[in-house]
């Protein structure tokens, strides 16, 4: 049941002057698509519920310390401003009334009804658990800056809890760090937290040695790294042992809980591991809305709930809606940044055709321009067409790709400046705050359940004493 009020419609009388377009979500899909209608004869309203675009793919070195939030998570309606064109409008879209070309806006309390004529969803992904939603309770996950700042709190205050510890067993527990899935998002956090204890927290603990941490990479399936080749992946494990870092494949998580673990390893010191900090990197499901707009329109989704769509990218039966990003299936492409930039562009670039009268229905066409992982300071793997590069050549490329890709010459600067601070002080880091609100606040809320159950109680922060 659509949860929208279809009558009276809530369009003004008098017919829009130009060509609406509504675009949901200023991730990558999003924001390209919208730059791409800058010259376009249409009206634009871009809604997202956060007021930031995130460059996720940075959001590890939020966790570690190493960059801000702000570098990583410019304001959207700053990188619009010059496109008179846009209105940017805070707000999550809980439904699609397709046959009515209508959006129920939610922002606070107030709800708002939206109209368009052209439609393009890039609402991305969340956190898949695989059936075990429970786990996020003491395994977060890295999706969003809150995602990244919580577990900042967990990292930075796991080794605070541990200088207080006299237990060697409750130390030991503090200062292991176990990083579930080794695609790039666990291997490039996995090696952040080894470089983290190894070089950036050297002295500042008088009881504790940080070197001592332990940091775990667990992946259910056979190897690390799966969309790279044998030798990338090889050298990236060589690389990651040589940091310190524990690699353990075919090792599937069964049971999550604050303390520890359990896995299904036919290694019994693996069973049950005793860790304080988990951090979820496993998997990503589509948005809600995705199964929204299906159960709709009768289209299909695949097992990650993301929509199939026609080779133009529209939803089937539905010539005026877009699906991009990491919302839509198409030929198997993979949820990567520049799946959704090229597909949120290839959009824009089909409705301004449609509008100057052709109707050519293009079929999207994806280049892929080839992916890379950092391992530590100075090394990853990269996998460019056919060129395969490691070490030093491969972080170099790594830097300069990041840097391109990151939105707006401000966060470039800020990055660049926060990455020479961590080379030049050999991995000091200076984004290290946890707030009172980060730790109080939750706590407060978790006394109050009743009043905001969906707050999980979050009881490895700071203010948990074991
Ligand atoms: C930790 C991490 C590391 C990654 N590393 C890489 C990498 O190295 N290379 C790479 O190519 N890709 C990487 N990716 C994947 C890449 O970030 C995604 O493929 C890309 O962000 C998808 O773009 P999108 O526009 O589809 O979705 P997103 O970028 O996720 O944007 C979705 C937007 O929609 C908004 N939104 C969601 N629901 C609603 C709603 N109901 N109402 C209003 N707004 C809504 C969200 O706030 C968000 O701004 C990484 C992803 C993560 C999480």
Known sequence: MSRLNRKPAPVSATPPRRHRVVIVGGGFGGLFAAKALRRADVDVTLIDRANHHLFQPLLYQVATGMLSEGDIAPPIRDILRRQPNVQVLLGEVVDIEVGARLLAVDVLDRRTEIPYDSLIVATGATQSYFGHPEFAVDAPGMKTIDHALELRGRIFGAFEMAEHESDPAARHRWLTFVVVGAGPTGV?????????????????????????????????????????????RERAARDLRAIGIEIHVGTAVTHIEQRGLETNSAK???????????IWAAGVEASPLGRLLAEATGAEVDRAGRVKVERDLTLPGHPEVYIVGDLMSLDGLPGVAQVATQSGRHAAKTIIGRLGGNSTRRPFRYYDRGTMATISQFRAVALIGRIQAAGFVAWLLWLGVHLFALTGFKNRLGALFNWTMVFLSRGGRSQRVITAQQVFARRALEQQPEVIPAVQPVRETLTHSM
């Open 188 to 232: 490039e956090l996995a090696g952040q937290l080894a470089e983290l204890s190894r070089q950036s927290l050297g002295r500042n603990f008088r009881n504790i040695n940080p070197a001592d941490t332990r940091v775990m990479l667990l992946d259910a399936g056979p190897t690390i790294l799966s969309a790279f080749p044998k030798a990338l």
């Open 268 to 278: 019994p010191e693996l069973r049950r591991i005793e860790a304080a900090t988990k």
